[in-house]
């Protein structure tokens, strides 16, 4: 059985696409995974396959003294990277991106392993920027992105599996929601968002004919008539299951995953000073082809949200477009190009 090596991380949204293909991997190939000790090695402990671990640097936009040691940081990551990589000789490197790949991938291509990439947003991150021309391919999430990079080729984006298997009933009772009134989930990425918990406290008063499943992370997590808080959510097939509409961030899998459960949804793209753009590009992608709403955080205030959430209800040719959306889950189609790549590679010995 030959052997694959997932890697990517330093957010949620680099490592949760490896955690949607890993069912489709396991069975096929002999799965490992390199990252950091930080957010990617808490998503994939609950899946038991062996992780490895290095300890990359991330790049600290706008500031020149932060980044000073980045280079020599940098190279002993591809060391520790390099002696894993020799040690496990996988027929493949996988990566998601994100500055936890940078290192695995530039190792990697010094042992001559062969590399592919999987790019989430509408314009390719910085690492994949820079790992591109080392890798057999760059897939995309959007045709799009494809035509802005020479070796890249649109599959379009994993979803995981499990968000289809939860009964909307079983859901509705999980949180004590009756199902007499409309759904609205929220949630704002891995560990919440400030800003869209501070506006929707506030708004909650004008949303009394609405149930909300608020996932907010640490805080106040005091439940009310119609409001059930949580920390985090694990069952997300549940929490997806139960809503009518979604208040979310706008990252590129949360979008994916929207559009492949075809929920309605408000987002709040991530402000740009806090980010390089990529989740307002993201919302702005799907807001012109009509599906789903968006509002500027700096927009983003009690009134203007529950106004927003009114018309997000009004709109009844919605669903309508959602359905008719080209976008479906691409892990299959993903696999595929891991294992013509696999074919297409010639044995080597990494040194």
Same mark, same amino acid.
């Given at each position: ?5 997932? #890697?990517?991380?330093? *957010?949620?949204?680099?490592?949760? /696409? ?17 990252? #950091?000790?930080?957010? @990617?090695?808490?998503?994939?402990? /609950? ?51 994100? !500055? ?8 990697? &291509? &010094? ?33 799009? #992105? ?8 649109? #599959?379009? *984006? ?16 999980? !949180? ?17 968002? %400030?800003?869209?918990?501070? %506006? ?28 059930? /808080? ?14 009518? !509409? ?16 075809? &929920? /309605? ?35 983003? *205030? ?10 997000? %209800? ?17 892990? @299959? ?19």
């Amino acid at each position: 059985m030959k052997k694959i090596v997932l #890697t990517g991380g330093g *957010s949620a949204g680099h490592a949760v /696409p490896n955690l949607a293909l890993l069912p489709r991997l396991q069975g096929r190939f002999q799965v490992f995974y390199l990252g #950091t000790e930080g957010v @990617e090695k808490r998503i994939f402990a /609950p899946t038991g396959i062996p992780y490895h671990t290095l300890s990359a640097v991330k790049l600290v936009r706008g500031s020149v003294v932060k980044n000073l040691l980045l280079p020599v940081r940098l190279l002993q990551s591809v060391r520790q990277a390099r002696r894993v990589l020799r040690e496990l000789a996988p027929d493949l490197l996988f990566s998601k991106g994100g !500055y936890v790949a940078l290192p695995a991938v530039l190792a990697a &291509k &010094k042992l001559g392993i062969p590399v592919l990439t999987h790019e989430s947003d509408l314009t390719p991150g910085l690492a994949n920027r820079l790992i591109a021309g080392r890798c057999r391919a760059v897939l995309t999430s959007f045709p799009e #992105t494809a035509q802005r990079l020479k070796n890249a080729k649109f #599959t379009g *984006s994993p979803v995981r599996e499990e968000l289809f298997t939860a009964e909307r009933g079983a859901a509705l009772k999980k !949180y004590g929601f009756s199902g007499k009134k409309p759904v609205l989930l929220c949630f704002g990425g891995g560990s919440g968002s %400030a800003a869209i918990n501070a %506006a929707l406290d506030k708004a909650l008063p004008e949303l009394s004919d609405w149930d909300v499943l608020h996932i907010r992370g640490k805080g106040d997590l005091t439940k009310k008539e119609g409001y059930v /808080p949580l920390e985090y959510e694990q069952d997300m097939a549940s929490a997806y299951a139960c809503a009518d !509409y979604v208040l979310s961030r706008a990252g590129s899998n949360t979008l994916f995953e929207l559009l492949a459960l075809k &929920k /309605p949804a408000l987002l709040v793209p991530l402000d740009n000073r806090r980010s390089r753009g990529d989740q307002a590009q993201n919302a702005e992608y799907f807001l012109k082809r009509g599906l789903c709403r968006v509002l500027p955080e700096k927009q983003l *205030s009690p009134s203007r949200l529950v106004r927003e959430l009114r018309l997000l %209800a009004a709109d009844k040719d919605l669903p309508a477009r959602l359905a008719r959306a080209p976008f479906t889950p691409a892990n @299959e189609r993903i696999v595929r190009e891991i294992e013509q790549a696999l074919s297409s590679f010639s044995p080597q010995t990494p040194r």
